[in-house]
């Protein structure tokens, strides 16, 4: 068998718990107001794997994510990144936005560069970064065009490549393919899973997109909905050696698809 | 604009206007409307009297003053009422009362207050101008799209540092916007004030002109107001214009 996907589940805590967690999420609850957002989240995310929050809307993923982030507050619980807890975001975790959040008066290059510009960087130094990184994402020829002169996958290139600018050691990425449409959306999963695998960095990763998560993901929690908790652990082993056509033909990654819909069907009305 | 095959430049209908004022002036049917010929001979030998430059450098002076307390204090109050939810309850509805209020009242209220002088123009273009400027800045602040901020904070930018990089440059076009507007209306508080006030500048001018019946003069003193006031809406667009780019494309 060429591909092996096996989706192994597990959810005895014992087995959350990873060898290198670069990011501990440690009993984190989230309040607005009188509404529970998230209930004792308890997760480990392992250093160099993908790992995806999945889940239906209103169950708190991209809470989860911009908590771990430092630009929402948690009401209880700490996050423990590379075994210090952190309050407030840090140049350990770089962020990648739904919107794409890029300043719409700056060039490609400059976007790209603003995380080492508010490092304090020199300007000839944060450029040569920047254009190596235009390049790794496949924007070369872009650097002196505006936001809104590009596509937008274009654009999320430019806010991916500002996230990998810095060198951070945890990518936190909130659907950042949601405003793509379909055809380079497939195109982007498969550069994404390459620069993955490229850069060797830690990735957590929001969608609400179950083929999707399937498919880029070392590992997927479940969150159900209202109050957000995590209802399960999937491991998809997929084979990223093959081609990624088969992957998405291959039965076990049909299969699993198929497990996770199950699991979350009763959410949707 | 074309008309039967011909093209029409821009200023015709100017021209054409101009010409009617000319035929109707030339009747005599009313004293009100002298011939616009005797009003622009009547123009620049204005120009050229000490009275009217004196009082164009008093006008001149009371508006600069004025725009620049309007501008110095109505962009940052905007700014501050638009990320800071206390001062926007403190402030919100004095603005909102004041941007639409007829404002010419006061001008009397201000006379006792700041006496006959240049201080009550000034206070006046002051008064005409804020209001706007200070709502714009707001709405633009407002605007700021919030993952913009969060995506600052996320690469560690202090607070000085978003709002110098992020919050006012996006809301630039808002706040030029603003001081178009808050331009025009302190070209009319200098000169309702002016008027109002009745012994300095223009004003005075006005009063003199329309008092001994000198409507050559009072026709060509208007034109240049009109004028003045055009140019300088137009010298705040062409810097809007330089900025649209982006403001187009948000």
């Known amino acids: 068998m060429s591909i092996n996907t096996l989706a192994k589940e597990h959810f005895d805590p014992a087995s959350i718990v990873t060898n290198d967690p670069v990011v501990r999420v440690e009993a984190i609850s989230k309040h607005y107001g009188s509404v529970e957002a998230l209930r004792s989240i308890d997760l480990e995310f392992e250093r160099g794997k993908l790992t995806t929050l999945l889940g239906p809307s209103g169950c708190g993923k991209t ?134 695998e490229m850069e060797r960095k830690t990735f957590i990763f929001v969608t609400h997109s179950i083929e999707e998560a399937v498919y880029v993901s070392d590992r997927i929690v479940l969150l159900s909905p209202r109050p957000g908790r995590v209802s399960n652990i999937i491991d998809p082993r997929i084979d990223r050696t093959a081609n990624p056509d088969d992957i998405r033909r291959d039965p076990g990654y049909l299969d699993v698809v198929e497990e996770i819909w199950q699991g979350l069907r009763h959410y949707a009305e | 604009m074309t008309l039967f095959g011909f093209r029409i430049p821009m200023m015709a209908s100017l021209i054409l206007w101009a010409l009617v004022w000319e035929i109707v002036g030339r009747l005599d049917i009313i004293f009100l409307i002298p011939p616009m010929s005797a009003i622009i001979a009547a123009g ?118 978003i709002m110098l990089k992020i919050i006012l440059v996006s809301a630039l076009p808002e706040i030029l916007a603003g001081i178009r507007i808050g331009v025009i209306r302190g070209v009319k508080g200098v000169v309702i004030g002016q008027i109002l006030v009745a012994v300095i500048g223009y004003g005075e001018l006005f009063e003199l002109y329309s008092r001994s019946f000198d409507m050559e003069r009072f026709w060509a003193l208007t034109m240049v107001l009109f004028a003045a006031a055009m140019v300088l809406s137009a010298i705040v667009e062409n810097a809007e214009k330089r900025i649209e780019y982006y403001a187009g494309a948000r």
């Open chain 1, 63 to 196: 809470t989860l994510l911009k908590i771990i982030a430092g630009l929402v507050p948690a009401t209880s619980g700490q996050i423990i990144v590379n075994g210090r807890a952190v309050t407030g975001p840090g140049p350990e975790r770089a962020f990648v936005f739904q919107d794409f959040a890029l300043m719409p008066w700056a060039t490609v290059l400059r976007n790209v560069g603003f995380g080492l510009e508010l490092k304090g960087m020199a300007a000839a130094e944060r450029n040569r970064i920047a254009r190596r990184y235009i390049e790794e994402v496949g924007l070369q020829g872009f650097e002196d065009k505006y936001p809104h002169e590009l596509s937008g996958g274009m654009r999320q290139r430019v806010g991916i490549a500002r996230a990998f600018a810095v060198n951070a050691d945890v990518l936190l990425l909130d659907e950042p393919f949601s405003a793509v449409d379909e055809q380079n959306r497939r195109k982007f999963q498969e550069d994404l899973l390459r620069l993955v």
């Open chain 2, 44 to 161: 620049f030998d204005l120009v050229q009297t000490n009275s009217w430059q004196n009082a164009t450098l008093v006008t001149v002076r009371s508006f600069v003053i004025g725009m620049a307390l309007a501008i110095g204090v109505g962009v940052p109050l905007g700014v501050m009422m638009g990320r800071v939810k206390i001062i926007d309850n403190i402030f919100g509805l004095w603005v909102n009362i004041f941007v639409s209020a007829p404002l010419s009242a006061l001008v009397p209220v201000l006379m006792i207050l700041f006496g006959m002088g240049e201080a009550t123009i000034v206070v006046t273009v002051f008064l005409f101008a804020v209001w706007i400027i200070v709502l714009d800045a707001r709405a633009g602040v407002m605007q700021v799209p919030t993952s913009l901020v969060d995506m600052a904070r996320s690469y560690g930018a202090s607070q000085t540092t």
